[in-house]
């Protein structure tokens, strides 16, 4: 195991030696970054560890022979237990602002990991009773080289696909950057995602307080605190994959030795796929969900669990997936309810059923007050119809709904499940745009589904779990297509089926083989390369993001200091990007409102923004002041005023921008009442000049 996790630094040190700043500087880097702001994330999985060894001794009371293993199969199952415990813990301190205070911080980790040191004997004991991790492990060391490699580069670099991980800039980092500050979490009007469970944000807080950094101090130079919420994130992918793994021993109900190999095989993919390794080194939700979602099928299948304590623990492990990403109970829930299903007697399903709602809700029960009481809506921005839309208005309820809805039919969807989307802008630069399983993020993952089920469906030993298997892979896919914007990226929960159907086909044909050894190496071989090649190609994914002489890790050794810091452009602050000119230019006592842009997290301390779908500061003082533009500017609790133009326009171009801030009517409005400060020019397509965002000083408020 330790000669494993040396390879994965050797892979993570190779992966940040791609490009600039070059091989002894990113390997440094890497390893810097990895042993300094890793240790507070690995604090606090380690803290989650040990209240995981707690739960499981109480879990294992009354249970038969009196044994934890027999409810969670040794301390794998403590990581993930422990996971859902300190998710809830954090949020629930961070809803009553407790993580306002250091002390208050630490103790849920201190206990955790006073509770490992007391366990550490039998933990040991344990470990050198184990078989020998599968070496089949080794083949997802570059995948989760790269994972490392790219949690290092600072928030808004990576990935392409994600715009420069765009979302983080706009909640699952601003959020904890604003709620640090509040020392509390609590709905933000002007940031609908803040009414989402925010279980892995609130994380990020509790990150923030652990590390004792100052109010206004979420983002500095170094961005050291930001490094360690994406290894966080980063560190729960690597958890998914030893969660798939033991996922895959439950399920199989067998602990012979092609089992294990097919758990690492499992684990391994999960590990290795491209998609994995570029939402896992973001401070995304996406890995949390997937670790959960495995934990909860392992503890579905576990028979000799009383069926409705099984009941209790895998609604509660989904409930906490849920409080991570909502849309885990409509791609993850209906899997685990078939594996629960398939794993006792009908008539003990409904009372496991009952119990599974129970648990969910009691986990999901501190968003759904927190929203009941904000806005009336549990859910919102959720079934606004069935709950009210709390504060927002009749036209934004149905902007978001727009966005957040695929415009064409059933088949049509499906149809982009393996085709590319002729009508996406980009498809014009004759580059296919896959919205499907087929994206080069998802490897090979589609042919490797379709082979493992033929073969698992095959083999006596496995067909019945693999068509459980089959027909959860199919619900999720029905479901991407009728409920979610149809983007390749949700279907991450996919991975699941996939990885779980790929473990069933490795343990049938190693069967198969048991008795010819050469045989069976060959078939080791090739389940070694299936992971090897998906690892590639996350490896050529990484090294082809922005092509040119930089390459992926050019700001590895930077850090946020390329967004936050104007000398790392330029010694003259006018000729700075936006973000660093913002910072340093604004005087003190400046107020500044961004419109068209929600990027907030690089902006300066107190900046005042909306998403598209809240109303911006300025859209409310229009409606207030239809008549009387200069009065409406003047009512604004602002200073200045930054626009993006380029983002104005294409929201308003897509129908998602707020009716009241179309972009000539809000640049005549500008123009007439306010005095530009600065302009942000940049050559456009044709080699013409663009002013793509200008900055306006507002005339004095009224008083």
């Given at each position: 195991?330790?000669a494993?996790?040396?390879?994965?630094?050797?892979?993570?040190?190779?992966?940040?030696?791609?490009?600039?700043?070059?091989p002894?500087?990113?390997?440094?880097?890497?390893?810097?970054?990895?042993?300094?702001?890793?240790?507070?994330?690995?604090?606090?999985?380690?803290?989650?560890?040990?209240?995981?060894?707690?739960?499981?001794?109480?879990?294992?009371?009354?249970?038969?022979?009196?044994?934890?293993?027999?409810?969670?199969?040794?301390?794998?199952?403590?990581?993930?237990?422990?996971?859902?415990?300190m998710?809830?813990?954090?949020?629930?301190?961070?809803?009553?602002?407790?993580?306002s205070?250091?002390?208050?911080?630490?103790?849920?980790?201190?206990?955790?990991?006073?509770?490992?040191?007391?366990?550490l004997?039998?933990?040991?004991?344990?470990?050198?009773a184990?078989d020998?991790?599968?070496?089949?492990?080794?083949?997802?060391?570059?995948?989760?080289?790269?994972?490392?490699?790219?949690?290092?580069?600072?928030?808004?670099?990576?990935?392409?696909?994600?715009?420069g991980?765009?979302?983080?800039?706009?909640?699952?980092?601003?959020?904890?950057?604003e709620?640090?500050a509040?020392?509390?979490?609590?709905?933000?009007?002007?940031?609908?995602?803040?009414y989402?469970?925010?279980?892995?944000?609130?994380?990020?807080?509790?990150?923030?307080?652990?590390?004792?950094?100052?109010?206004?101090?979420?983002?500095?130079?170094?961005?050291?605190?930001?490094?360690?919420?994406?290894?966080?994130?980063?560190?729960?992918?690597?958890?998914?994959g030893?969660?798939?793994?033991?996922?895959?021993?439950?399920?199989?109900?067998?602990?012979?030795?092609?089992?294990?190999?097919?758990?690492?095989?499992?684990?391994?993919?999960?590990?290795?796929t491209?998609?994995?390794?570029v939402?896992?080194?973001?401070?995304?939700?996406?890995?949390?969900?997937?670790?959960?979602?495995?934990?909860?099928?392992?503890?579905?299948?576990?028979?000799?669990?009383?069926?409705?304590?099984?009941?209790?623990?895998?609604?509660?492990?989904?409930?906490?997936?849920?409080?991570?990403?909502?849309?885990?109970?409509?791609?993850?829930?209906?899997?685990?309810?078939?594996?629960?299903?398939?794993?006792?007697?009908?008539?003990?399903?409904?009372?496991?059923?009952?119990?599974?709602?129970?648990?969910?809700?009691l986990?999901?029960?501190?968003?759904?007050?927190?929203?009941?009481?904000?806005?009336?809506?549990?859910?919102?921005?959720?079934?606004?119809?069935?709950?009210g839309?709390?504060?927002?208005?009749?036209?934004?309820?149905?902007?978001?709904?727009?966005?957040?809805?695929f415009d064409?039919?059933?088949?049509?969807?499906?149809?982009?499940?393996?085709?590319?989307?002729?009508?996406?802008?980009a498809?014009?630069?004759?580059?296919?745009?896959?919205?499907?399983?087929?994206?080069?993020?998802?490897?090979?993952?589609?042919?490797?589904?379709?082979?493992a089920?033929?073969?698992?469906?095959l083999?006596?030993?496995?067909?019945?779990?693999?068509?459980?298997?089959?027909?959860?892979?199919?619900?999720?896919?029905?479901?991407?297509?009728?409920a979610?914007?149809?983007?390749?990226?949700?279907?991450?929960?996919?991975?699941?089926?996939?990885a779980?159907?790929?473990?069933?086909?490795?343990?049938?044909?190693?069967?198969?083989?048991?008795?010819?050894?050469?045989?069976?190496?060959?078939?080791?071989l090739?389940?070694?390369?299936?992971?090897l090649?998906?690892?590639?190609?996350?490896?050529?994914?990484?090294?082809?993001?922005y092509?040119g002489?930089?390459?992926?890790?050019?700001?590895i050794?930077?850090?946020?200091?390329?967004?936050?810091?104007?000398?790392?452009?330029?010694?003259?602050?006018?000729l700075?990007?936006?973000?660093?000119?913002?910072?340093?230019?604004?005087?003190?006592?400046?107020?500044?409102?961004?419109?068209?842009?929600?990027?907030?997290?690089?902006?300066?301390?107190?900046?005042?923004?909306?998403?598209?779908?809240?109303?911006?500061p300025?859209?409310?003082?229009?409606?207030?002041?239809?008549?009387?533009?200069?009065r409406?500017?003047?009512?604004?609790?602002?200073?200045?005023?930054y626009?993006?133009?380029l983002?104005?326009?294409r929201?308003?171009?897509?129908?998602?921008?707020d009716?009241?801030?179309?972009?000539?009517?809000?640049?005549?409005?500008?123009?007439?009442?306010s005095?530009?400060?600065?302009?942000?020019?940049?050559?456009?397509?044709?080699?013409?000049?663009?002013?793509?965002q200008?900055?306006?000083?507002?005339?004095?408020p009224?008083?």
């Amino acid at each position: 195991m330790l000669a494993g996790a040396f390879v994965v630094l050797v892979c993570a040190c190779v992966a940040a030696s791609i490009g600039d700043p070059g091989p002894l500087y990113g390997s440094a880097s890497v390893l810097y970054l990895v042993l300094t702001q890793g240790m507070l994330a690995g604090l606090y999985l380690l803290g989650a560890f040990g209240l995981g060894l707690v739960l499981v001794r109480v879990l294992a009371t009354g249970e038969n022979n009196g044994s934890a293993t027999r409810i969670v199969g040794a301390s794998a199952a403590a990581a993930w237990l422990g996971l859902a415990a300190m998710r809830t813990i954090t949020l629930l301190l961070c809803v009553a602002g407790g993580l306002s205070n250091r002390f208050v911080a630490v103790v849920p980790i201190a206990v955790g990991v006073a509770f490992v040191a007391r366990s550490l004997p039998g933990l040991l004991a344990q470990l050198r009773a184990s078989d020998r991790p599968s070496l089949l492990w080794l083949a997802a060391a570059p995948g989760a080289g790269v994972l490392l490699a790219a949690a290092c580069n600072p928030p808004g670099w990576l990935w392409s696909s994600e715009f420069g991980g765009y979302d983080t800039l706009v909640y699952h980092l601003q959020l904890p950057r604003e709620w640090h500050a509040m020392g509390r979490i609590v709905p933000l009007e002007h940031n609908v995602y803040s009414y989402l469970p925010s279980y892995v944000e609130s994380a990020f807080v509790h990150l923030a307080a652990l590390s004792g950094a100052p109010r206004d101090q979420f983002v500095t130079d170094e961005g050291g605190l930001l490094i360690a919420c994406k290894l966080l994130h980063a560190g729960i992918t690597l958890l998914a994959g030893w969660c798939a793994a033991g996922a895959v021993r439950s399920l199989l109900h067998d602990q012979t030795q092609h089992v294990k190999t097919a758990g690492a095989v499992a684990g391994g993919l999960v590990i290795a796929t491209p998609w994995s390794v570029v939402t896992g080194s973001m401070a995304y939700n996406e890995m949390a969900v997937i670790a959960l979602i495995f934990s909860a099928v392992h503890v579905a299948s576990m028979a000799r669990t009383r069926p409705w304590r099984r009941g209790l623990i895998t609604g509660a492990l989904v409930g906490v997936a849920c409080g991570c990403k909502p849309t885990a109970f409509l791609l993850g829930a209906p899997i685990v309810g078939l594996v629960l299903l398939r794993s006792m007697p009908i008539r003990l399903f409904l009372p496991a059923l009952v119990a599974a709602a129970v648990g969910g809700t009691l986990m999901l029960a501190p968003w759904l007050i927190r929203n009941a009481a904000a806005g009336g809506n549990p859910v919102f921005p959720m079934l606004t119809s069935v709950f009210g839309p709390a504060h927002w208005s009749a036209e934004q309820v149905a902007r978001y709904g727009s966005a957040h809805s695929f415009d064409g039919g059933f088949l049509d969807a499906l149809r982009l499940l393996v085709r590319p989307d002729a009508g996406d802008p980009a498809a014009a630069a004759d580059r296919p745009i896959h919205r499907g399983i087929m994206h080069p993020q998802w490897a090979f993952a589609g042919p490797l589904a379709i082979a493992a089920a033929a073969i698992g469906l095959l083999a006596a030993k496995t067909r019945r779990t693999s068509a459980i298997l089959v027909a959860g892979l199919a619900v999720q896919i029905v479901v991407w297509a009728v409920a979610t914007h149809v983007q390749s990226r949700f279907l991450i929960p996919v991975l699941v089926p996939i990885a779980l159907l790929l473990a069933a086909a490795s343990s049938a044909t190693l069967g198969w083989t048991c008795s010819r050894s050469g045989a069976r190496r060959a078939v080791l071989l090739c389940q070694a390369a299936v992971v090897l090649a998906t690892s590639a190609m996350t490896v050529g994914l990484f090294a082809g993001e922005y092509r040119g002489p930089f390459g992926p890790n050019h700001l590895i050794n930077i850090g946020s200091s390329h967004f936050t810091n104007y000398r790392m452009h330029n010694e003259d602050p006018a000729l700075a990007p936006p973000d660093p000119y913002l910072r340093a230019m604004l005087p003190d006592d400046a107020v500044l409102l961004i419109l068209g842009d929600a990027t907030a997290l690089y902006k300066p301390e107190g900046v005042q923004y909306a998403t598209t779908y809240d109303e911006s500061p300025l859209a409310r003082a229009l409606r207030e002041h239809p008549d009387d533009p200069r009065r409406a500017l003047r009512s604004l609790d602002a200073t200045h005023i930054y626009v993006d133009w380029l983002e104005l326009n294409r929201l308003w171009q897509t129908g998602w921008a707020d009716p009241a801030l179309e972009p000539n009517k809000v640049q005549r409005l500008l123009l007439s009442h306010s005095v530009i400060e600065h302009e942000f020019i940049y050559d456009g397509p044709g080699g013409d000049r663009v002013v793509a965002q200008e900055l306006y000083r507002l005339p004095e408020p009224t008083r």
